[in-house]
């Protein structure tokens, strides 16, 4: 019915889709172990049981919660359900302040206490650096 050439033709398309598709696979599953999503203190709070993988916090720097002392801070993470007690030693990020938002990257040690290694501090679409700012000549 139909000759050698449309059958040829017809077996390299589909061998094409298939490795295609097979390359996609293999991509996503290999990136799968590297993607890290923040969970909120909700989720937290809700886990089966405490995960030792380095995990994200997600949430807002609850108002008066920020104590420094020398070179360790510790805030509180909250979404305004439930809240997280957060320990960090190192230097915050410039836009880390309470009542804005922050992801915090590191170790649970039970589901009220977190060990953060990274602090990434979050801003809305509206955020401009100060030095663009200034040249820009905006207040």
């Known amino acids: 019915m139909y000759g050698r050439k449309v059958k040829l033709r017809f077996l390299f398309v589909i061998v094409i889709l298939i490795t295609l598709i097979l390359t996609t696979f293999s991509i996503l599953k290999s990136l799968e172990k590297n993607v890290v999503y923040f969970q909120s203190p909700t989720e937290i709070n809700s886990l089966a049981e405490i995960e030792k993988n380095k ?20 805030f509180i993470i909250t979404d305004f ?7 960090y030693s190192g230097a915050v990020p410039n836009l880390f302040a309470e009542g804005k938002g922050v992801v915090a990257e590191g170790f649970l040690k039970d589901r009220n206490f977190f060990s953060a290694t990274k602090i ?18 905006e207040k």
């Open 81 to 87: 359900k439930n809240e997280i007690n957060v320990t």
């Open 55 to 74: 995990i994200r916090v997600g949430g807002m720097v609850k108002k008066n919660s920020i104590i420094i002392n020398s070179n360790e801070v510790n």
């Open 120 to 137: 990434l501090a979050k801003h809305d679409e509206n955020y401009m650096p100060p030095e663009v700012k200034e040249a820009l000549g």
